[in-house]
């Protein structure tokens, strides 16, 4: 069935560095998308969404760019801390009222 | 505000016995969802509730596993008897109707 994925599994950047985490989507009829972080232990936390009337969107630090075309969706955290290891996990649902359906995640870890 | 309240946080049984998770959403959220998150995947949905009414469940296995929201507040997720596969950790969380969903911080569970 359609379902939401992830490019890589792991990611390891410097400190100070952007990091990109990519995702990509199958379903076409999907029009909302969300980037969480989950650290260890924790519950999934929200970080930013978009709409698929959007291309891009700015929150503190972070972008999510999303291109319906070749339906990736992207999210990029500028001058990566230590604070952003975890893993991060894109998640879509469409029609409004339907189940999010979460990727499997990529691990982000950075090093000091 | 306090944030999503899940109990046990963790929970070790052996296959057969029954086991409850329970879950007191954000004062106000009338939507409450249990996911089930297995080891380096995301979260699945299991049920939602619009206040005390399941609106969806089609993805809870529904020969041993049940919930209640009685009061369209705290809920309660069981499992009787469980299995080696159910061995995953269970996430609460709760948002007013479509919107933002905050997470808990889960319950893992073991089962030997």
């Known amino acids: 069935g359609e379902s939401v994925g992830l490019h890589l599994p792991t990611l390891s950047v410097q400190e100070g560095d952007n990091s990109i985490i990519n995702c990509a989507y199958s379903?076409?009829?999907?029009?909302?998308f969300i980037w969480y972080k989950q650290e260890s232990g924790k519950g999934p936390q929200f970080i930013i969404d978009?709409?698929?009337?959007?291309d891009k969107r700015q929150g503190q630090r972070v972008t999510v760019l999303l291109n319906k075309t070749v339906k990736h969706l992207s999210l990029q955290i500028a001058a990566t801390q230590p604070g952003d290891s975890a893993v991060y996990f894109c998640?879509?649902?469409?029609?409004?009222?339907?189940?999010?359906?979460f990727g499997k995640g990529t691990r982000l870890s950075v090093i000091a | 505000e306090a944030g999503v309240v899940q109990s046990p946080r963790y929970k070790i049984i052996e296959k057969k016995q029954p086991v409850a998770f329970w879950c007191n959403p954000i004062?106000?959220?009338?939507?409450l969802y249990w996911y089930r998150q297995n080891l380096g995947q995301g979260p699945e949905l299991l049920i939602r509730?619009?206040?005390?009414?399941?609106?969806?469940d089609s993805q809870l296995p529904k020969d041993r596993f049940s919930a209640e929201r009685l009061k369209g507040v705290d809920s309660t997720l069981k499992i009787q008897p469980a299995e080696l596969g159910d061995s995953a950790v269970y996430l609460c969380a709760s948002s007013l109707t479509q919107g933002q969903q905050y997470f808990g911080p889960g319950t893992r569970l073991t089962v030997t």
């Open positions: 509730y619009e206040n005390e009414e399941a609106v969806d």
């Open positions: 379903n076409s009829a999907s029009d909302y």
């Open positions: 004062s106000g959220h009338n939507t």
């Open positions: 998640a879509e649902n469409y029609s409004g009222n339907t189940p999010l359906v």
């Open positions: 978009i709409r698929s009337n959007m």
